[in-house]
C-alpha cells in the first residue's frame, strides 16, 4: 500500500482532487483534500508513483515497497500546468443509425489488451463526436486511444485488415502536442442477456444473447472476469437464420461467487474477417 498526497506549488491555481494515481499498475483517487491511498501495490525496488488529470502536469516520484508493509509520505508535487493537445477524427461506416461517440485517452500502463480497456483519467474524454476531436490540457504520459468507448451504439470496427482499425498509442512528452491518424468505427451488436441495460446477477451456467448481425458466418463469445482475464471462449459459435438473437450457452470453469464478469460477441463475415461486435461497456454481470 502507498500513501500519499498531490501538493500544489505555491502560485498555481489548480485542483488535484479526483486525479488518478498509478503505481505498479495498481489505481488510486485522489480526494478533495489532495490526499491517496493506492492498494494492493506489488512489493519491489525503484516503484514510479504517478498522477494523472486534464490541466495538470504532476512529477512522479520514485518509491520502495515492502510487502505487507504500508509506503507512506509520498508526495507528488504540482509545478506547472498541463497545456498539449491530442487531436484526431473519427469515421462512423456503417453505423446503424448512429453517428455520435465518444474519444477517451485510457492510461497505457492500466491497460488489458485482451479486454481492450483501460482506466481514464479525470478529464481525458472528448464526447459529441461526429469527426474531428481535441483533447486539452493532456499531461506528460503514454496512453491508448479508445474511439465509441461508452454505450453509443458504436464500437470501434474489429477489422484490423482494413486502415484505421487498430488501437492507437500516443504518448505525450515535455508538453508536445500530437495529432494522430483517423479512428473508424461502426454499428454494435444489441447487448440482450445479462447486462443490457444494468449489471445483472446471474446464478447457475449462463447464456449469452446477443443481436444478430444479417451478414455473419459464425461468431466469436468470450468471457472476461473483472481483471480483464479470458475465462473462457467459443470461437465457433453458429450463425442464425431468421432470427433476431443469437444465445451461446457457457461451458467453461465455474464461476467465481461475487465476481464481476462481462460477456462479449464478435460477428466473423464469410471471409474470415470480423464484422461488429457488442458494446464495451454491456454484457456485465455478478454471479452469485
Do not use: C
Request: net charge negative; glycine share 14%.
Amino acid at each position: 500500500m502507498i500513501v500519499g498526497r498531490v501538493v500544489v506549488d505555491v502560485g498555481l491555481d489548480l485542483n488535484p482532487a479526483g486525479a488518478l494515481v498509478v503505481a505498479g499498475g495498481s489505481t488510486g483517487v485522489v480526494d478533495f483534500k489532495g490526499n491517496f491511498v493506492v492498494f494492493n501495490v506489488a512489493a519491489g525496488t525503484g516503484v514510479g508513483v504517478r498522477a494523472y488529470a486534464a490541466g495538470l502536469q504532476v512529477d512522479p516520484a520514485t518509491v520502495d515497497v515492502t510487502a505487507g508493509k504500508e509506503t507512506g509520505g509520498v508526495d507528488l508535487h504540482i509545478k506547472a500546468a498541463a497545456t498539449a493537445k491530442v487531436t484526431g477524427s473519427v469515421q462512423v461506416v456503417n453505423g446503424n443509425g448512429f453517428s455520435t461517440t465518444s474519444v477517451v485517452l485510457a492510461l497505457k500502463e492500466t491497460f488489458v489488451p485482451d479486454a481492450a480497456r483501460g482506466e481514464v483519467p479525470k478529464g481525458l474524454r472528448v464526447g459529441n463526436v461526429t469527426g474531428a476531436y481535441e483533447f486539452v490540457g493532456v499531461p506528460d504520459g503514454e496512453y491508448v486511444i479508445l474511439a465509441a468507448f461508452e454505450n453509443d451504439g458504436l464500437v470501434r470496427d474489429p477489422d484490423i485488415s482494413i486502415g484505421g482499425t487498430s488501437i492507437l498509442d500516443v504518448s505525450i512528452v515535455g508538453g508536445a502536442s500530437v495529432t494522430k491518424e483517423g479512428f473508424k468505427v461502426t454499428g454494435a451488436l444489441s447487448t440482450e442477456s445479462p447486462g443490457k441495460d444494468a449489471v445483472d446477477e446471474v446464478m447457475g451456467m449462463p447464456s449469452f444473447v446477443w443481436g444478430d448481425d444479417s451478414s455473419e458466418d459464425h461468431y466469436e463469445v468470450r468471457l472476461f472476469d473483472a481483471f480483464g482475464k479470458n475465462v473462457w471462449e467459443n470461437l465457433a459459435v453458429p450463425g442464425v437464420s431468421g432470427d433476431a438473437t443469437v444465445t451461446a450457452a457457457y461451458a467453461g470453469p465455474a464461476l467465481l461467487p461475487g465476481m464481476i464478469y462481462q460477456f462479449r460477441a464478435t460477428s466473423i463475415g464469410k471471409d474470415g474477417i470480423p464484422i461488429s461486435q457488442t458494446e464495451d461497456l454491456k454484457g456485465v454481470f455478478v454471479y452469485r
